[in-house]
């Protein structure tokens, strides 16, 4: 691999894109990065051009010799990258809110990552990912692809399934994990360790040691230290928490609270206070001072966005490739026997070790029993639904739903899944396709 480094950051007019390059600037002493490509689409080119100035001013602050591009040429940001970061979401902000608010008119939970608003999102993401992948097949193919476009473990299993090329899924979860658990311990985070077995956003937490001493039993008290901020606040239920024996990921509140956050999230769509909205306008807070032509640096504002720390954990995960760290990781990789209820191509998001030809999945200790077919459930749907996305079949799209936990009834899937593919019909040709499979 070459001793300069090309990254190509595939949605470089994301909000993130400044931590990104922060994350570059810190590292590059172990990571010699020496052309940063940040590309996007013509709908994103004001943000682009906005964050790009910016990047821009923070290389120029730290004198390190990183060139930062900005174009709208995809193929020419790829063409030579050692590595390639996506940051996407297809249809923007608007259609985040779409997956937010049709569900709940069918009486279903509206998410971006999970449930039908997931899926939709999934339908949309994936067709435009391989073809990324396709053009890496020609113009980077030794190159590796982190994928933080979520669902990034569906999108994952789905390059990996239909592509070439070299392609890990990664997750801010496990990274905000270690920083809440080092504050709340005083411990730098190489004192902790965690193991994390499941999927991406339907993981648990089995094992958490700090200075080698388990500190699972306190912490599974402490109901909500855990929880993310932009997950309504249920209490966990103790008797549950004590059963597993472990700490679910924030996301299974969706599972196992349903009723009540179901009627949370219809409450604040009648106010017009959805996450998408929420976050429409914090980004365009972020955006107005990116502006600045004085700022030079990450903003705090920044760790607001529920996906901090995705862009810390992407250049770790670059730095350890590039020097072959042997270090641990939780990522999104192939199952490869390592749960063995579920398929060997399954997408899974466990601890890995780190090496220069790729992660090693490390072996699970402790899967909770009850927890198995929760997990081969939406594993399920998710195969389901990559199967859709790639098709364009309507009816694998609806078989994929009514295998989901969190869709009650396949003829209000159907009515809802009609409309939220008319609603999304310019970001999915391949269901309008003459020839589309029905």
């Keep these: 691999m070459a001793q300069k480094l090309k990254v190509a950051v595939i949605g470089g007019g994301s909000s993130y894109t400044p931590e990104l390059i922060e994350g570059f600037i810190l590292n590059y002493s172990t990571f010699p990065v020496s052309e940063i490509v940040l590309a996007d689409i013509e709908e994103g080119f004001r943000k682009l051009s906005i964050v790009g100035q910016l990047a821009q001013r923070m290389v120029a602050k730290s004198g390190l010799p990183i060139e930062v591009k900005l174009t709208l040429d995809r ?3 790829l063409a030579g990258a050692d590595f390639v970061s996506t940051q996407m979401r297809v249809g923007m902000l608007e259609a985040r809110g779409w997956d937010e608010t049709i569900p709940l008119k069918y009486g279903m939970i509206g998410q971006e990552t999970t449930g039908p608003g997931g899926m939709m999102k999934a339908l949309r993401t994936i067709p435009v990912l391989l073809g990324i992948a396709r053009d890496m097949e020609e113009l980077c193919p030794d190159a590796w692809l982190l994928n933080f476009t979520n669902p990034a473990g569906m999108v994952t299993e789905a390059i990996n399934k239909h592509s070439r090329i070299k392609s890990i899924g990664l997750c801010n979860s496990p990274i905000a994990a270690y920083k809440w658990l080092s504050s709340l311990y005083q411990v730098p985070q190489d004192r902790i360790y965690c193991e994390f077995a499941g999927l991406n956003h339907l993981h648990f937490i089995s094992q958490i040691t700090v200075n080698g001493e388990s500190k699972l039993p306190e912490l599974l008290a402490n109901r909500d230290g855990y929880s993310a901020r932009n997950v309504p606040q249920y209490e966990w239920n103790a ?18 609270l349903q009723r009540e956050i179901l009627e949370q999230q219809q409450a604040s769509a009648a106010k017009g206070e959805t996450r998408a909205e929420v976050v429409k306008r914090l980004e365009d807070e972020l955006f107005e001072l990116y502006q600045d032509v004085n700022l030079a640096e990450k903003p705090k504002q920044l760790e607001l966005r529920g996906g901090a720390y995705y862009s810390e954990a992407a250049v770790r995960l670059m730095n350890s490739l590039y020097n072959n760290s042997g ?9 490869r026997g390592i749960l063995d209820f579920l398929p060997d191509d399954a997408c899974i998001e466990v601890n890995c070790k780190v090496l220069k030809d790729g992660p090693v999945p490390m072996p699970v200790t402790v899967v909770p029993p009850a927890v198995k077919g929760l997990i081969h459930a939406v594993k399920t749907y998710e195969q389901l639904a990559i199967a859709a996305a790639v098709s364009g079949s309507r009816d694998m799209a609806l078989t994929a739903l009514a295998h989901h936990p969190l869709v009650p009834s396949v003829n209000d899937a159907e009515a809802m899944l009609n409309e939220m593919l008319e609603r999304n019909k310019a970001y999915l040709p391949q269901f309008f396709q003459p020839s589309a499979a029905q």
């Excluded at 008797?239 to 196992?256: A, M, N």
């Design 75 to 77: 193929r020419s940001a």
């Design 239 to 256: 008797s549950l928490l004590r059963s597993l024996g472990s700490i679910p990921s924030y996301y299974l509140k969706y599972f196992y």
């Design 327 to 335: 270090d641990i990781q939780t990522l999104n990789v192939a199952n």
